[in-house]
């Protein structure tokens, strides 16, 4: 948590999916033949995912894009740190149910 908030929406898709292609043009630049072997047989799983994937990406950025813009508005940060005072009493229960339960047996 940064100053007892915790972000109440989910960190952003984008770099994972540049990190993912970026790995794969490197061992693309590695087999070449594998790659281009993949390439026929998986082509239609590709074009399904960019289909699929490009509007779940666009989403992902308005959203991520509209949550950074009122970050710091009165309503967002207080709903951050109720949902980080409320991770911490999760917590908090289970420790204590886990060693309740380890005490009774």
Do not use: H
């Amino acid at each position: 948590t940064e100053a007892g908030r915790l972000r109440i929406l989910w960190p952003p898709i984008g770099p994972a999916v540049l990190k993912v292609a970026s790995w794969g043009k490197d061992e693309a630049v590695k087999s070449p033949i594998l790659s281009i072997v993949l390439g026929m047989v998986l082509w239609p799983a590709a074009l399904i995912g960019t289909f699929i994937g490009g509007p779940i990406l666009a989403t992902d950025w308005c959203l991520q894009s509209g949550y950074n813009a009122v970050k710091d508005q009165p309503i967002i940060e207080t709903a951050e740190k109720g949902a980080a005072n409320l991770y911490q009493v999760g917590r908090f229960y289970f420790l204590i149910s886990k060693l309740m339960f380890k005490q009774s047996i």
